[in-house]
């Protein structure tokens, strides 16, 4: 199973971006999956994470009503969007995914590689 992340970038306090992974190798829609982040300096955390196969979603405090995630089921490919982008969500941004319900432990199946988010004031 591979997952390719990819759409950070660089954007201005405010901006939105949306990320995208990509997975082959593992149908998505049979499983969970989650976007994930770490900071500078700071441990990984959770972001979001949702349930294919029920629509089910959750979110981080930090980013409720800011982001959202979601699963293209004919591209097999999982999205963030993420508006409202404040300097504290610079990140290096994570996929994730695992056979069971969305968790915000770090007890996924298969990771991508990353995808870098710096958000400027």
């Known amino acids: 199973v591979q997952l390719q992340a990819s759409g950070g970038g660089l954007v201005q306090a405010g901006g939105s971006l949306r990320l995208s992974c990509a997975a082959s190798g593992r149908i998505f829609s049979r499983y969970s999956t989650a976007w994930f982040r770490q900071g500078p300096g700071k441990e990984r955390e959770f972001v979001a994470g949702i349930r294919w196969i029920s629509g089910s979603t959750v979110y981080a405090d930090s980013v409720k009503g800011r982001f959202t995630i979601s699963g293209d089921f004919a591209r097999n490919t999982l999205h963030l969007q993420m508006n409202s982008l404040k300097p504290e969500d610079t990140a290096i941004y994570y996929c994730?995914?695992?056979?069971?319900?969305?968790?915000?432990?770090?007890?996924?199946?298969?990771w991508g590689q990353g995808t870098q988010v710096t958000v400027s004031s």
């Open positions: 994730a995914t695992r056979d069971g319900p969305v968790t915000a432990t770090s007890q996924y199946d298969y």
